[in-house]
């Protein structure tokens, strides 16, 4: 190339170079997105546009469409888990397994924990992994890609297990169920996957919305459990799913919170000292229930998965023939609580057995919830302290269903680390705002004591270190992860063949591009920067050129191979792993495997620097 070549003015690139590598000039204007040309170019102009991590106004269209679904397919898992043995017509109700005979109240739930271990058995076993631990799970290891493999057994062994009446809770499945729905959504547009990620936090938020009818609770504990982060872009999606879900859930159950309640309140702010102890006991629960949830499923892992779901069923079953309200979702037994209609003997029996029955089905593995449990345990647990309240204070405390209320805040705020969530759940399923001020001198205790005296973490986080995960805040993986490769990646490039001649290079580097592909027949062989080349004049001869880029390749940093479906995070984590300094946007990647590149299918080069300075 000669030297006045090599000097002249780097201008605009918009050769058919570019053009060939996959540049894609989208189309503004006021009409958005539906101002393209086709479906196909209005597709690829809305995954670019949620790369960035700022897409607030196409994420937010997501959200409300991905609340619509999980609210439907959550609606259908409520329909066909709550009414089977109706149908069946071995009870008048979903909730009244009190009035099941002593043998059924044994043989059900085991023999319902035998079916779910064969069914489970049926199925290959990365199928069978289930609930909000491997929602939480694929969000940390595969971007959110959620199998539909998975959900479905969920959405089986979930009905039969709250058909059966063992001691779960519903929400477990309809997290994972309206998980599912939101990332197949995500996976069947192909959005990239820092969008899919926050759909994940959308089919959270409006799986609990539509099954509780609580969308602020829904929308909280999706970003304090499950998402971990708080920002505008991820609040407005998560909201209008919350949303959407509770509408649709509406549309079938009706308006009513889910449990009626008198608007009770403290007598005086002098019972703040004991709110602070039912605190501290009810810490105390939470973390037995935590550890032992943890400690039995690590232990029992190598049994077989019949032994362990069937076993479960049993210890359910000898549980309720003391204390059937221990079966099923117990809400008929929160209400009674709440309305102060069982003594205290019965009240701490049902605590305690509700603790080993909601230990075994967890820590042995059914397909359960395990939130449902903690309001059973927090409500009876509560309700037993405000009696003995009022026995030392027959004149001048609040009644026992109040307290029954802040033990149901203080045991889901401290097996979940969520004081918050806990907080705005109680407010919505019991309409009454009188239960916050209290509400937060009973929930921080319960958290100090399950975390910093006996070292107890957030459940489904205990249940994922257990499993070698570490599922925790950090800020910056969470700033790579809200941002995908094609919002940085450069385009800036051309291609030129490793036998070209000096003529053709210098076409090709007149174009100024910032990074040149060096290609051996379809296969990218390296990629080298420009000023690499100079001196590879026409006046020296193709042999002259054809060294000088081999020379180059010697010296090119080592690439590897990406989708540009990926987030920056999973791009770094590839760069880490390989020691390499540049990655290849490719749009086969996945499919390929491997870091070999065909020219034709590279949309654009990520470099190291660039993800060390968006991490800053």
Not at 504 to 531: I, K, S, Y
Request: charged share 15%.
């Amino acid at each position: 190339m000669s030297s006045q070549s090599g000097k002249q003015k780097r201008s605009k690139p918009t050769s058919a170079f570019f053009a060939r590598t996959g540049e894609t000039k989208l189309k503004s204007g006021p009409r958005g997105f539906a101002g393209y040309a086709s479906p196909r170019v209005a597709l690829e102009a809305l995954r670019a546009a949620l790369a960035r991590a700022d897409a607030l106004f196409p994420l937010s269209v997501l959200g409300l469409l991905a609340g619509v679904v999980t609210g439907v397919v959550i609606v259908a898992f409520r329909l066909a888990s709550e009414n089977a043995l109706v149908l069946a017509g071995l009870m008048d109700n979903a909730e009244n397994f009190e009035a099941l005979p002593l043998g059924w109240r044994l043989a059900l739930p085991t023999a319902g924990g035998l079916a779910i271990g064969l069914l489970f058995r049926a199925v290959r076993p990365e199928s069978r992994s289930v609930g909000p631990s491997h929602v939480m799970a694929q969000l940390a290891r595969h971007a959110g890609w959620l199998p539909w493999r998975n959900a479905a057994m969920q959405f089986v062994g979930g009905a039969v297990s709250i058909a059966c009446g063992h001691s779960v809770g519903r929400e477990g499945p309809v997290i994972h169920i309206g998980a599912t729905s939101a990332s197949l959504f995500g996976q069947w547009l192909r959005l990239p996957n820092n969008s899919i990620r926050t759909l994940i936090g959308c089919g959270v938020a409006g799986s609990i919305a539509a099954s509780f009818n609580t969308p602020i609770a829904g929308v909280v504990f999706a970003m304090e459990v499950v998402l971990l982060e708080y920002t505008l872009a991820g609040f407005a999606p998560v909201i209008l799913a919350a949303m959407a879900a509770a509408a649709v859930s509406r549309i079938v159950y009706g308006p009513d919170p889910a449990f009626t309640v008198p608007p009770l309140q403290l007598a005086s702010l002098l019972e703040l000292p004991y709110v602070v102890l039912l605190g501290v006991v009810v810490g105390c629960l939470a973390a037995a229930y935590v550890w032992g949830t943890r400690t039995l499923e690590l232990r029992s892992r190598r049994l077989p998965l019949t032994l362990r779901t069937t076993a479960a069923g049993a210890v359910t079953g000898v549980c309720a023939l003391v204390a059937p309200q221990v079966m099923g979702l117990g809400y008929d037994t929160v209400q009674s609580a709440l309305l102060g209609q069982f003594g205290l003997s019965v009240l701490v029996s049902i605590a305690l057995l509700k603790l080993v029955a909601t230990v075994a089905c967890g820590g042995l593995g059914l397909p359960g919830g395990l939130i449902g449990p903690m309001v059973v345990m927090g409500a009876t647990a509560g309700g037993a302290l405000g009696l003995v309240g009022e026995w030392l204070m027959p004149q001048g405390g609040a009644s026992a269903s109040f307290y029954a209320t802040l033990g149901v805040v203080a045991m889901m705020g401290a097996s979940l680390h969520a004081p918050l969530a806990a907080l705005m759940a109680i407010l919505e399923l019991t309409a009454n705002p009188h239960t916050l001020l209290p509400g937060m001198a009973a929930v921080i205790p319960a958290l100090l004591v399950a975390r910093s005296v006996f070292g107890q973490g957030a459940i489904f986080v205990a249940l994922l270190r257990g499993r070698g995960l570490e599922y925790r805040f950090d800020p910056v993986a969470l700033s790579l992860e809200r941002t995908g490769v094609s919002a940085t990646m450069n385009r800036r490039f051309a291609r030129a063949a490793l036998e070209a001649d000096a003529t053709v290079l210098e076409q090709v580097l007149a174009t100024a591009p910032d990074w040149l592909l060096v290609t051996q027949e379809r296969d990218v062989v390296g990629v080298v920067r420009p000023p690499a080349l100079d001196g590879a004049g026409d006046e020296a001869g193709g042999d002259a050129a054809r060294s000088a880029l081999g020379q180059a390749l010697r010296a090119a940093p080592r690439f590897i191979v990406v989708s540009p479906h990926a987030t920056l995070r999973e791009a770094m984590q590839r760069l880490d792993e390989s020691g390499a300094a540049l990655a290849l946007v490719c749009e086969d990647a996945v499919s390929r495997g491997g870091d070999n590149a065909r020219v034709e299918q590279v949309r654009g080069i990520l470099e190291r620097a660039a993800l060390d300075l968006h991490s800053r």
